[in-house]
């Protein structure tokens, strides 16, 4: 693997980042379904999962936790938790301090 465990961490918190953002323009959707952008290590994807609010909260509950399109999984420095529909739930395993760290969630107190 050419790019650094750093970067790719740095990646992943990057695109967590993008998603509450896009989540607070939404106004927290709270019914149906919304598209988030991929939160793989790959700085180049541009591809997006759709899901409900519920399902996306139980993915932001865990700093370590983000949620990827199926087929994107590095399992070198993740595990994969759970696959839906086109979408899959990994855990940080390398750089997880890293992803705590830079949880949005945690830094705003949420």
């Not at 399992?75 to 696959?83: A, G, R, Y």
């Not at 830079?102 to 949420?110: F, K």
Request: net charge negative; charged share 25%; aromatic share 8%.
């Amino acid at each position: 693997m050419s790019v650094s465990l750093e970067r790719l961490a740095r990646n992943q918190a990057l695109f967590r980042e993008v998603n509450e953002r896009l989540l607070e323009l939404s106004d927290g959707f709270q019914d149906g379904s919304m598209q988030f952008v991929c939160e793989c290590s790959n700085e180049d994807c541009t591809e997006t999962v759709t899901m409900n609010h519920q399902a996306y909260e139980s993915v932001r509950a865990h700093s370590t936790f983000f949620v990827i399109v199926s087929g994107h999984e590095i399992l070198q420095v993740e595990k994969v938790i759970d696959s839906r529909d086109g979408w899959t739930i990994v855990q940080k395993v390398t750089e997880s301090d890293y992803a705590v760290e830079t949880d949005p969630r945690r830094r705003n107190g949420a």
